[in-house]
């Protein structure tokens, strides 16, 4: 198997309502964090940030958009500066594959990511007693003081592999991996699938005209595109949580 | 200066006697199984002679691991036999819908990834590899847990050193890098980890 | 031989050198290392099988299908079900936490009298002198279930009230209901085949309704294009996500969208572009102009622009009848496109009065909203399986939670067509834990059970040979062998889908335009959530992120 996984979200479509994060934190095993959390210390691997097109009153235009980890393709930036090696990008799946257990907690890869997609373990993970019997058996659970961020659901990839080797087959049916944003999201604006494949829909849409990805010009090749017919969306997006354009609550 | 040499040496020898026969014997302690379960009288009265009777991998590819109560339940919803421990697991887990707490020799810490349908099926390999042939044993193996880490002994092996051991005998990190490199298969971190 | 400090100092320094060469510093540090990842309060994932379950989700009234891994004998992951015909695999965006709620802190687990803990038997003999002494009422807040049968059958034969307790959502049908004669529970919106929806304030697009539902339809069909084939126009004072989403945003202030509706209305009869004759006052146009803050002659284009893509759909928040008249203006109850008659009988349902003072003793279920809190001296007797906190209730009666009720779903309030799904409990029942209705059959064993109440539906359903059952394969009900066969089904976790509804004209006239009359003011994304308590893992969407606004209260 040598594929690569990435998305293409449709910005037209998403509406802002966050069933992407929470299936991904229930997925992850993400613990709810201590009420002093905030949106700078908080974990969420899946993150929908709000665009807005600078204006106010009735001028004004908001949309929504899913950040998550890139998985960038070329010179990636959180690989190149670990010192644990504890991430890793998977020659056989183009999964960047982050491995808390390895981490140490430097938070180099933090300042690093451009894209802000990594997250602290600044807390213990804890639940209210009794909530660990609904954790997810297929991921383990970190502890304080390690980095974590998105692994494309490796939980599921496993299942899907294991459920071909059952059946004596060496490629995972693609069906079988679908990872917890992509199934929760209400108007199916994530599109997953392996890139490498060019007649995989998700690779078709990723050559389409209007998809694009964040900061291209930096030339780390994410993985995961985005797409939108509106031009102030594609303006406000290299920008977002760093000026003008960032909405903020209220 | 040769008495300080005897008592150097004599402090040398004290460490190394600690270290290599104290200190193996210190660390781990032996712990009960539930119940006492021998594989060969199964194999032999029973005609279950293959591992994966019990040991069965469902078509999901899920492993069951040690089986549950319900597949011994298969045969033993009664006492068919005399021991005493069958008398225990008809009336204590049988009839009462419960699990027995296994001790598992080879309970790998939570981040490990380890998928029997993919080495059994893809990778062909038998259990007794990994396993050894416990499948053959008639009698239980003891089960010895590190006091500190609180992992099975089976998983450094028995031998402390690690030197002149069985080629099943251990399954840390390496044992399974070495298998992996002399078969030429190559995996990611996320291969064996979750 | 005296033994000096210098001996001891070597004899250290042997020992020392020769722990080097033997296993226990390398050992040591290898063991303490893995003894310092695995602290005993960092939790662990159970290690068992995983099985897949189907069910469906009775948090409210959409009973939306999910597919649920369990592993343990308790859900450890959900997903929805994408062959479902009415949610399409979605479910709303907190409902893939909701297998954590069994866990909240302010989970009820014992019976609460005024603060204190109380028992069951008390409660039982505190209700059964309340109904000795005075009228009591059993207020219903999902009526149309097994459970509200036995409800209503205790109600009848002890002489107690039975009322309901309805939504916003579920209150916008009322008028309809008054101006047609038909029960309101009988509506609902035909929002497939409207190619233009005005949305009054509702959130659309933020888990409302069926949430897979309209998501669905507005991806397909709106979403990403100038011209679409569906447009959504958002009337809002703040720009909501729906909005932010809609084909058109109409920005007005906050409470002025009955005042806009009656602009609309004088507009679409005074330039003809309805048939129906109706007098509304010509000073609508000014009223709306200085109360929304939209010019007139922008509220003529909206009205225009309203008729642009037929069929339209008015969808109002509550209640409000002006914002509901406009669809009678436009011809749209009855047809397609438009508010739908369901099959099936229609229930007649009263709602709770106002001032509930008459009451000795008032009975809330479970399936009450929190925040519905009588205004009262009577005894409140409040079942619940989680405590959100402030509630006046005199009881506090631990309920089952999630998936611990065996219980049905009737047909979601806004769906189109009739539907039925049965909600079986894939975790057992807690101890101490009792429905409304368990509580009422203690006091009269006479009453129907839950299970045979079902058992009938079942069978009214065979009987009628209308509709399909939607599982892993869709069969018409017509085609199914037995009553016996199509209540498996529904209880493996398949949904019972009726015919499409009647769209024959309904006899539906405006006499006159109706007075205006105050709208409730819009509940925040957190009272909406039909639970007591948030799951933990709502911060991500506040307090981790700026994706919503934080709730007014804490409804942690």
Not at chain 1, 63 to 86: D, G, K, L, N, Y
Not at chain 1, 96 to 104: A, E, K, T, Y
Not at chain 1, 119 to 139: C, H, I, R, T
Not at chain 3, 377 to 389: I, S
Request: contains cysteine.
């Amino acid at each position: 198997m040598s594929a690569r996984y990435g998305m293409v979200i449709d910005l037209d479509r998403c509406t802002g309502c966050g069933a992407c994060m929470i299936a991904c934190a229930a997925e992850n095993n993400v613990p709810p964090l201590p009420a002093k959390a905030t949106a700078r210390t908080g974990i969420t691997p899946m993150m929908v940030r709000k665009l807005s097109n600078g204006k106010d009153g009735a001028e004004r235009r908001e949309a929504f958009i899913p950040i998550a980890c890139m998985h960038c393709e070329r010179e990636t930036p959180c690989v190149a500066v670990c010192p644990q090696q504890a991430v890793e990008l998977d020659k056989e799946t183009g999964i960047v594959m982050q491995m808390p257990q390895r981490c140490l907690g430097c938070r180099y890869c933090m300042t690093a990511c451009p894209y802000h997609a990594r997250y602290f373990n600044w807390w213990d993970p804890q639940w209210p007693a009794g909530m660990e019997k609904s954790l997810n058996p297929g991921v383990s659970v970190r502890m304080r003081g390690v980095v974590e961020k998105c692994n494309l659901c490796h939980a599921r990839l496993h299942s899907s592999m294991e459920k071909a080797a059952a059946a004596g087959k060496k490629e995972i049916d693609p069906a079988d991996y679908v990872p917890a944003c992509v199934e929760a999201c209400p108007t199916g604006a994530i599109l997953f699938g392996n890139l490498a494949d060019e007649r995989d829909p998700v690779s078709v849409a990723a050559r389409g005209r209007d998809t694009f990805r964040l900061l291209e010009r930096i030339e780390t090749e994410p993985k995961i595109h985005y797409k939108t017919t509106r031009s102030w969306i594609r303006a406000a997006a290299d920008r977002q949580g760093h000026g003008p354009t960032e909405a903020q609550n209220g | 200066m040769k008495r300080h040499g005897i008592v150097f040496g004599f402090g040398l020898v004290v460490a190394l006697l600690i270290g290599w026969v104290a200190f193996p014997r210190a660390l781990y302690v032996q712990r009960q199984q539930p119940l006492d379960f021998f594989h060969k009288t199964h194999a032999e009265k029973s005609g279950l002679s293959q591992c994966d009777s019990c040991h069965a991998l469902g078509s999901d590819g899920q492993y069951s691991g040690i089986p549950r109560t319900e597949v011994c339940a298969g045969c033993h919803t009664e006492k068919v036999g005399t021991s005493e421990d069958e008398a225990l697991l008809v009336d204590n887990y049988v009839k009462q819908s419960k699990e027995p707490q296994w001790l598992v020799y080879s309970q790998e810490p939570a981040n490990v990834w380890f998928s029997h349908a993919i080495h059994t099926r893809r990778a062909g390999l038998a259990c007794a590899e990994c396993h050894g042939n416990y499948g053959e044993s008639d009698q239980q193996k003891v089960y010895e847990v590190n006091r500190i880490s609180g992992y099975s002994r089976d998983i450094w092996g028995h031998s402390i050193s690690r030197l002149r051991r069985a080629p099943h005998d251990g399954m840390k990190m390496t044992d399974c890098e070495g298998c992996h490199r002399r078969h030429h298969v190559e995996t990611g971190c996320l291969g064996c980890h979750q | 031989m005296k033994v000096s400090r210098r001996d001891l100092l070597l004899g250290t320094a042997g020992v020392t050198v020769g722990m080097v060469f033997t296993p226990v510093p390398w050992k040591l540090l290898g063991d303490v290392s893995v003894w310092t990842q695995n602290w005993p309060w960092v939790p662990q994932p159970q290690r068992g099988p995983v099985t897949v379950k189907q069910g469906l989700c009775t948090l409210c009234a959409s009973g939306c299908p999910m597919r649920l891994c369990m592993a343990g004998g308790w859900p450890v992951g959900i997903s929805g079900v994408k062959s479902n015909p009415l949610t399409k695999g979605a479910l709303c965006s907190l409902g893939f936490a909701a297998h954590q709620l069994n866990w909240h802190p302010a989970r009820l687990r014992e019976v609460r009298h005024r603060g204190r803990v109380a028992n069951w038997q008390e409660a039982q003999a505190a209700l059964e002198k309340a109904c000795s002494e005075g009228p009591v009422v059993v207020v219903d807040g999902r009526p149309g279930r097994a459970v509200s049968t036995v409800l209503q059958e205790f109600a009848e034969k002890h002489d107690v009230a039975y009322r309901v307790a309805l939504s916003p959502g579920e209150k916008a049908f009322a008028p309809y209901a008054d101006w047609t004669g038909i029960p309101s529970s009988s509506f609902g919106y035909d929002l497939e085949n409207a190619r233009t929806i005005v949305s009054f304030g509702t959130p659309l697009l933020e888990d409302w309704g069926i949430p897979g539902r309209f998501a669905r339809v507005w991806s397909e069909k709106a979403a990403g294009k100038d011209d679409p084939e569906l447009r959504l126009i958002q009337i809002d004072a703040k720009l909501s996500h729906t909005a932010a989403c809609a084909w058109r945003w109409v920005a007005i202030r906050e409470g002025s969208d009955a005042a806009l509706a009656g602009a609309v209305a004088r507009i679409l009869v005074e330039d003809n572009l309805v048939p129906a004759r109706v007098a509304i006052p010509v000073t609508m146009l000014e009223d709306a102009a200085a109360q929304t803050g939209l010019a007139v002659e922008a509220i003529r284009q909206l009205a225009h622009v309203l008729l642009e893509k037929k069929p339209t759909l008015v969808i109002a928040r509550d209640g409000n009848p002006e914002i509901a008249a406009l669809n009678v203006l436009l011809g749209r109850v009855g047809e397609p496109g438009g508010v739908v008659q369901r099959g099936g009988a229609g229930r007649a349902e009263v709602p709770l009065e106002e001032n509930p003072s008459k009451y000795r003793a008032i009975v809330l279920d479970a399936s009450v909203p929190w925040e519905f809190m009588p205004r009262t001296n009577a005894e409140v007797f409040r079942f619940a399986a989680w405590d959100g906190g402030g509630n006046t209730a005199d009881w506090l009666l631990p309920s089952p939670g999630f998936l611990e009720e065996f219980t049905d779903v009737p047909t979601a309030p806004t769906a189109a067509r009739e539907n039925y799904g049965i909600a079986i409990n894939l975790v057992p029942q807690p101890e101490g834990t009792r429905t409304s209705g368990q509580l009422l059959a203690t006091i009269d064993s006479s009453l129907p059970t839950v299970e045979k109440t079902i058992t009938l539906r079942c069978e009214q359903i065979f009987h009628s040979k209308h509709g399909a059952v939607y599982g892993d394969t869709v069969q018409a009900v017509a085609q199914m062998e037995s009553a016996k066969k199509l209540e498996e089904q529904l209880r493996s976790g398949a949904i019972w889908v009726g015919d499409v509804p009647r769209t024959t004209s309904l006899h539906c006239r405006l006499k006159e335009w109706p007075a205006p009359t105050r709208i409730e003011p819009a509940s925040d994304w957190a009272v909406e959530w039909p639970a007591p308590v948030l799951p933990p893992l709502a911060g991500k969407l506040y307090q981790e992120s700026n994706l919503r606004e934080a709730p007014e209260r804490s409804r942690a």
